[in-house]
């Protein structure tokens, strides 16, 4: 029996070591990562701006607690606001933390109006929050739902892209709408731009705040800084987590000061957040992201990745459905299920994530070059190839 909590259905595979977009197991086995654990390893692994600013940080202070001001904090939410619609942010340790925040603000914003019975929340089919209490009640994905008592109050789920519908439920009670501009673990499903400048213009004339979770895309990973440039326009409030801290556990909630208002002093908080050594690291992952060049890296890397996989797509049919996403977020529709895809994979040494709707997700790390690509290609090639005479079999 494993002294682990049975939570997770782990590959059997460990890794030790890890240098740039490769992971190496203790037999010293090199696997090409274009997982880059879900989104995080966004400037991969061992990066050496990132292990300097840790360790000299580790050297001089680990943690004081928000007793006290922590100018790393202010360091780095200054050039969070500098690049983005925000005025102010608040940091915490993980996606779900940083996303209850953004639910708290919408709610207390409200009831700081004398409006208190505006807390419901509208987010949509196939969203992923985090799995908090409240995250999987704005989720609303039963099998993250179920067996953990009554959800909690407060969401209101539409279908994904359904302007209607999202009219349809907002009444004198909805705080807020929620949405991924792009959906991550929901299978890498876009929405129109538009679809988000409508949610804008529906939250402004129903004076409900837009939140959005940029959680997955945020940090560059979508080749923008953040998600909400590619469609023209911002939100209220917005999550941020994975990519932000490089591998460092880190989130924040970024938001307008109007939105941000009701959070005074003693009504929300974190023992961790923002700690000395999430920042150091989190401040070297936006030396790199925002030097000149770097987006422009990722846009050109998704192109050459997306036309590789195009021709994939069209020489395995029977294996990949189709190819979305938006920079290097990346899904293949499976047609065999997702996970003998990944299983096939492994055996070419390249890792890739799951999503739903038997898509396997492409995340390399943000520094991926051209010769990383055609490598994860010709191994993706090979176990296409596999995986297409195995059916072609039956
Ligand atoms: C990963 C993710 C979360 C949850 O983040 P944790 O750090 O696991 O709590 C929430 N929303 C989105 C869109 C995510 O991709």
């Known amino acids: ?7 997770y259905a782990r590959a059997d595979l460990a890794f030790v070591k890890g240098d740039g977009v490769f992971l190496e197991t203790a037999a010293g086995e090199s696997y090409l990562d274009f997982g880059a654990g879900v989104a995080v390893a966004s400037l991969g692994h061992a990066h ?18 928000n007793l006290y001001h922590i100018p790393g904090q202010e360091r780095l939410a200054e050039r969070l606001v500098a690049a983005s619609f925000a005025d102010q942010a608040f940091f915490a340790n993980s996606g779900a933390e940083a996303m209850e925040c953004a639910i708290k603000m919408a709610r207390k914003y409200h009831a700081d109006r004398g409006a208190g019975e505006r807390y419901r929340v509208i987010t949509f089919e196939g969203a992923f929050h985090g799995r908090t209490l409240a995250t999987i009640a704005a989720g609303g994905q039963a099998k993250h739902l179920e067996g953990f008592g009554p959800p909690v109050d407060g969401f209101d789920q539409v279908a994904l892209g359904d302007l209607d519908a999202v009219r349809g439920v907002i009444t004198q009670e909805t705080a807020a709408i929620a949405i991924e501009p792009l959906l991550g673990e929901g299978g890498i499903l876009t929405v129109p731009w538009k679809f988000l400048r409508d949610l804008r213009a529906l939250a402004d004339e129903n004076g409900v705040l837009l939140i959005f979770d940029e959680i997955q895309t945020g940090i560059g990973r979508t080749g923008k800084l953040f998600a909400y440039e590619w469609a023209g326009m911002t939100p209220d409030i917005m999550a941020v987590a994975k990519g932000l801290g490089g591998g460092f556990p880190v989130g924040a909630c970024l938001a307008t000061k109007e939105a941000a208002q009701g959070l005074s002093a003693g009504t929300h908080g974190s023992t961790f957040g923002g700690n000395p050594l999430a920042m150091a690291v989190a401040n070297a992952v936006l030396d790199v992201v925002l030097a000149p060049g770097f987006l422009e890296h990722v846009r050109s890397m998704s192109v050459a990745l997306k036309q590789k996989l195009a021709s994939l797509c069209d020489e395995y049919p029977d294996v990949i459905a189709d190819v ?19 299983e096939a994979l492994f ?26 690509i055609d490598m994860a290609c010709d191994r993706l090639n090979a176990a296409c190839g596999r995986l297409s005479g195995a059916r072609k079999q039956i």
């Open 324 to 342: 979305r996403g938006e920079g290097l977020m990346i899904g293949l529709k499976c047609e065999p299920p997702n996970q003998q895809l990944i």
């Open 347 to 372: 055996e070419e040494r390249l890792l890739t994530v799951p999503a739903a709707g038997n898509v396997v997700r492409l995340l390399p790390p943000l520094i991926v070059e051209p010769e990383h």
């Open 1 to 7: 029996m494993s002294v682990l909590v049975p939570a």
């Open 48 to 65: 050496p701006a990132l292990v300097r600013a840790l360790c000299e940080q580790a050297q001089t202070l680990w943690h004081t607690s």
